[in-house]
């Protein structure tokens, strides 16, 4: 094995390490919530009949307000996430120039580098993880809320999607079982795909 293939599987194992802890203090987090108060909040995708059920994303002020209370959230930004220094500067779906292979997707509107930086939510944990939401987060089901990126090592770089940073949704699979599935999955030249390192992680 090469030096380069050798210090790429090395931040590899180091980025795997570094999600399977905040996935499990994720984890964690919701079935303290659902202990606790019996139910999950509306903030997670379920179909039904083929089609989605946009009533779903009606409580995601109380998910995000519960979820990262219990991550030991350190600082909250509603908005103007960049300059009021939660997050760095990440690329968005409309600023990437180079996308993995065919990685390069349409839509996913809430990710526009403007949107992150400007509008969408963010908050820092005290392990230096953060979480940035895909718009910004109302009681108004059609910002699509419920989905979010995390940047598992924070501030530190590289700060990319595919990197260090993966884009997810709660999804209801069955009723009552919610699951952590890849949506929106931006992925810049060289990374990895959101469903490649949830695989990792549950080896």
Known sequence: MTMP????????????????RVYSNMYNAMKMIESRDGTFPQCFYTYGKGSLDEQKFSQCIDFYEKITKEMHVIKICKGNAYNDGCIPKYQGVNTLKEYEGSASITGCAGYTQNKILNSNWAYVFNDG??????DAVSNNYNNWSGVFAIDVNGKKPPNKWGYDVFSFAFEEKKPGIIQMTPNCSLIEKGGRTSSNILTNVSK
């Open 5 to 20: 293939s050798l210090i790429s599987n090395y931040k590899n194992k180091a980025i795997d390490a570094q999600f399977k």
């Open 129 to 134: 993880s953060i979480l940035f939401t895909y």
